[in-house]
């Protein structure tokens, strides 16, 4: 039995014996002065099991912005999908799943802000992670390629610059990481609207 069995499929009971940590929670705030979430969700269970429902949760607060286009407006979502499954990917790939600690995402109106326990792997910066990929599970990276929900590997944090950077947006942040753990930044914010144009 492997981590990325359990974790990819594992009942809620296999993993609460056997992964207790292998979790992802949500948390959703109008702002960051807030205390309290206005929607908290834990997801648990096999990966596989719950993976539409994360981007469902994240899209039901997804604000649409309008770009002024000559005589139209065009709409946009502040959140683009690809981008964000890409990074929940990111997150369950890398984590480290001997830290006992969760996955976290939380969401507010104009920013997605998501954490995975244990840093980047060995030879991963963030000077270099769009130049290098080294999954940490690597098991886990073949199986979602093969299921066809990861870009090519290596190609996800250019795929996330990318869908950003099209719209005007800030590119995705990990400034906020430490060897503890990734911290992903990404910016529902059009910074350039001549640019999203």
């Not at 990325?4 to 992964?19: I, K, P, W, Y």
């Not at 792997?121 to 000077?127: A, F, Q, V």
């Not at 250019?158 to 430490?178: A, F, V």
Request: overall charge neutral; proline content about 4%; glycine content about 6%.
């Amino acid at each position: 039995l492997t981590i990325a069995s359990l974790v990819l499929l594992g009942s809620e009971n296999s993993l609460s014996r056997f992964l207790p940590c292998a979790e992802v929670r949500f948390g959703y705030k109008i702002n960051e002065s807030e205390i309290r979430n206005q929607d908290t969700v834990i997801f648990k269970g096999g990966y596989l099991l719950y993976y539409n429902q994360i981007w469902d949760k994240i899209n039901a607060r997804n604000l649409t912005l309008s770009i002024p286009l000559e005589m139209r407006l065009v709409e946009r979502k502040a959140f683009d999908e690809q981008t964000i499954r890409e990074a929940v990917n990111n997150a369950i790939i890398h984590r480290d799943y001997l830290l006992q600690e969760s996955s976290f995402i939380m969401q507010y109106p104009t920013k997605i802000t998501i954490k995975s326990p244990g840093g980047f792997p060995e030879g991963i910066t963030e000077k270099n992670i769009m130049n290098e990929s080294k999954p940490r599970n690597k098991l886990m990276a073949d199986i979602l390629f093969k299921c066809e929900l990861v870009e090519q590997f290596g190609n996800g944090v250019n795929l996330m610059y990318k869908n950003q950077l099209s719209l005007g947006k800030n590119p995705p942040n990990y400034r906020n990481s430490s060897d503890k753990r990734v911290v992903l930044e990404l910016d529902g914010n059009i910074q350039d609207i001549e640019f999203a144009k």
